[in-house]
């Protein structure tokens, strides 16, 4: 191991959440990952970039690895090699370089490909190409008796497992999405460093297009650019299709004074010219439109700044992130846009609405400006929750619930089904030290205090 240190390790995701750490490692290979496995008896939590928003990477004692010397990346004909510690922005610039692209897009580049595939990211390409799960051809896995596994895909698990029911939204990532004989990949992906630790993954990439165009179209109202959103979700040239309402565009005013006054805005990005579509929209004149790689960066700045001021300003304000990431069936979106502000309009809490409309799945983020204001917000995240589900939809669509939010497992699946996963938990980490307070409280027999 690298010299991790002894002493007790702070770690704090991007939501905020805090835990510690009684020491980290940081093995530089595998043998040494095994080795440290084999002979380990405390609670192991692995860390990546720590830019999730559950607290899933923060632990509350035992032993953090971080896997951020498994960095490779072989670049090859349709596929990359990648190890967990690389991060997605390194695997976007060679995959660039090859004129390819790897279709997973989570807004935030900075993250390991290691906590992508733990939370089985999705993002902003997502209702075009799907979420990462869909994206990993070959998965390589390391469990805690320190046995080494490389699963291709296809390669069925070797155990029973019932069918548990998922919401019919077009991306979806809470718990495990259980099938009888599903396969070993399908089961990991997703898993919020709780079955094994993935040390490295081949990946699908695909041919870069010839031509991308893109654009930030601001709309008049709401409901004219929801509309456009219902018309335009099928095109098959579009491959970004994303929400910012006006309180949105006055928080990115803070930091991006450029970003107009105007009721709602999407911002698109689509292989090829045909543009007919955008005729049908009353869209203003002055939306900004781009064919260069410095546009798209441009672009790409502009909606990445809004999680951040988000983050920013509740960590400002002393409180943790309070934002949803649930995700309804396409057709009940506007619905569903429409009850959060029925909700939370009479409150005065101010709030944002933003993200991947595409898929129906927008973040509402509350920014608290006092305790009150804050215990109403945490109650909103719960009520929220309930409501998607009554609407068919996810408590979770691309973040996982990790620590902060697994009470909401129990919203979507019944308790046979919650059984059968820990069942899955069980057979993978028997002395349950993996990502202990993941999705579940963990099983008492190994449970820290704090769990
Ligand atoms: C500004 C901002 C915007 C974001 N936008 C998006 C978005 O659009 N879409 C989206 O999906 N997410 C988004 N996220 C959330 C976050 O970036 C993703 O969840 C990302 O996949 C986390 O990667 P990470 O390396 O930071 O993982 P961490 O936060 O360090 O860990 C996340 C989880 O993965 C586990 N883990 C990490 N590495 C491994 C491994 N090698 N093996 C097993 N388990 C592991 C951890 O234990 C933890 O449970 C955003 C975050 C921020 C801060």
Not at 245 to 266: H, Y
Not at 301 to 309: D, G, I, M, V, Y
Not at 347 to 362: F, Q
């Amino acid at each position: 191991m690298a010299p991790g240190g002894m002493k007790p390790q702070p770690v704090e995701d991007a939501s905020g959440y805090r835990g510690q750490a009684d020491r980290l490692l940081t093995p530089v290979n595998e043998a040494e990952l095994v080795t440290f496995l084999v002979a380990n008896r405390e609670p192991v939590t692995v860390v990546g970039a720590l830019s999730g928003v559950t607290g899933g990477a923060v632990p509350t004692t035992g032993v953090a690895i971080s896997l951020a010397k498994f960095d490779r990346c072989e670049i090859g004909r349709g596929m990359a090699r990648v190890g967990a510690g690389l991060l997605l922005a390194d695997l976007q610039v060679a995959a660039k370089a090859s004129k390819q692209f790897y279709a997973p897009d989570p807004t935030y580049n900075g993250a390991s490909m290691g906590g992508t595939f733990a939370n089985n990211a999705s993002g902003s390409r997502s209702f075009r190409f799907g979420s990462t799960r869909r994206h990993v051809l070959a998965l390589r896995a390391v469990f805690m008796d320190g046995t080494v596994r490389e699963f291709r895909r296809g390669e069925a698990i070797d155990f029973d497992v019932p069918r548990v029911t998922v919401p019919a939204t077009t991306k979806h990532q809470a718990g495990y999405p259980l099938e009888p004989g599903m396969d070993w990949i399908d089961v990991l992906i997703g898993s919020e460093g709780t079955l094994a630790i993935l040390t490295e993954a081949t990946v699908r990439l695909l041919p870069a297009p010839a031509e991308l165009l893109s654009g930030v179209l601001f709309f008049p109202s709401e409901a004219a650019a929801l509309a456009a959103v219902d018309a335009w979700r099928t095109l098959p040239q579009l491959r970004m299709l994303e929400y910012f309402d006006a309180e949105s565009l006055n928080l990115l005013r803070e930091v991006i004074p450029e970003s107009p006054r105007c009721a709602a805005a999407l911002l698109i990005e689509q292989e090829g010219d045909d543009t007919g579509y955008l005729d049908s929209a009353p869209i203003d004149e002055a939306s900004w439109f781009g064919t260069t790689d410095a546009d798209r960066e441009r672009f790409r700045k502009f909606r990445h700044a809004l999680p951040e001021r988000v983050n920013d300003t509740v960590r400002r304000n002393g409180y943790l992130k309070m934002g949803t990431d649930y995700a309804v069936p396409p057709g009940r979106n506007a619905e569903m846009i429409a009850r959060y502000r029925e909700m939370l309009d009479p409150t005065g809490i101010r709030y944002v609405i933003y993200g991947h409309i595409g898929d129906a799945h927008v973040h509402v983020n509350m920014l608290p400006a006092t305790a009150e204001q804050a215990r109403q917000s945490q109650r909103f995240l719960h009520d929220f929750a309930h409501e998607a589900v009554l609407r068919g939809g996810t408590v979770g669509a691309e973040h996982g619930l990790g620590k902060r939010k697994r009470d909401l497992l129990s919203l979507l699946y019944s308790g046979p089904e919650i059984e059968a996963m820990k069942a899955v938990k069980r057979r993978l980490d028997p002395r349950w030290l993996l990502g202990q307070g993941n999705l579940f409280p963990c099983e008492p027999a190994s449970c820290s205090p704090s769990c």
